[in-house]
């Protein structure tokens, strides 16, 4: 809690991932890869409880395990290809037994983050009056150097041209890394989304921003993590 705002940290971890089979629950640092994030929500501060959302019985027995709480079941028709993080957000806000000011939405595929970056994002909600605050780290390539390419193979640039095609001479920008959403629940349930008009970023290293969608993301995962230790 903070300056009486009440803070939920709500985890969603489906079963059905194609891009790395069993994901949520393969093993990193000797613990299911859920598990970091159930144990980054518990040691901040400023979260009063801990929920995960899953449609998966090995996901919640870890989730669980690891000190969450796992109040209800996700739908399958919430838990496939077609279901948005906002979808598990809304029916987890609908299934509770009791309302909350703030949701911090952790999920799984970053298990770098640390339980100060969660406070932090929670942090500049509630003292700023921002509607939401997600993780962001600086991006790999500057947009400007995208292009897209034609069914021959004809390459076009994504955006016009700026001043200055040397990375020094281009403005600094900013990719949302997936490790942590912090919103305002009143707002959320009104728009829908995380993002908007008003939300702030907190600005997270790249060690800190693996996103775990293919087993080259895990082992980059592995590698951090290992690094980390030395």
């Known amino acids: 809690m903070i300056d009486g705002l009440s803070v939920l940290a709500l985890i969603t971890a489906r079963g059905g991932s194609k891009g790395l089979p069993g994901k949520n629950v393969r093993p990193l640092g000797g613990k299911p890869l859920v598990a970091w994030s159930v144990e980054q929500a518990r040691t901040a501060t400023l979260v009063d409880r801990v929920v995960i959302s899953s449609d998966d019985a090995a996901i919640i027995d870890a989730a669980v395990t690891a000190g969450a709480e796992a109040p209800f079941v996700r739908p399958a028709a919430l838990a496939d290809d077609s ?120 600005v997270m290293p790249a060690e800190r921003s693996v996103d775990i969608d293919s087993l080259l993301d895990f082992r980059l995962a592995e590698a951090v993590l290992a690094d980390s230790k030395t």
């Open 83 to 202: 279901a948005s993080s906002a979808d598990a957000v809304r029916h987890a806000l609908g299934a509770l037994d009791r309302t909350y000011d703030l949701l911090a939405l952790l999920q799984p595929t970053s298990p770098l983050r640390l339980a100060a970056d969660v406070d932090a994002c929670i942090r500049k909600v509630a003292e700023t009056g921002a509607p939401s605050c997600v993780g962001v780290t600086p991006a790999a390539k500057p947009p400007w150097w995208m292009q897209t390419m034609d069914e021959h193979c004809r390459l076009s640039p994504l955006l016009p041209p700026i001043q200055g095609g040397r990375r020094q001479d281009l403005p600094v920008v900013y990719v949302p890394n997936g490790a942590v959403y912090v919103v305002r629940v009143p707002w959320f349930l009104e728009h829908g989304a995380f993002l908007g008009e008003g939300s702030l970023g907190y």
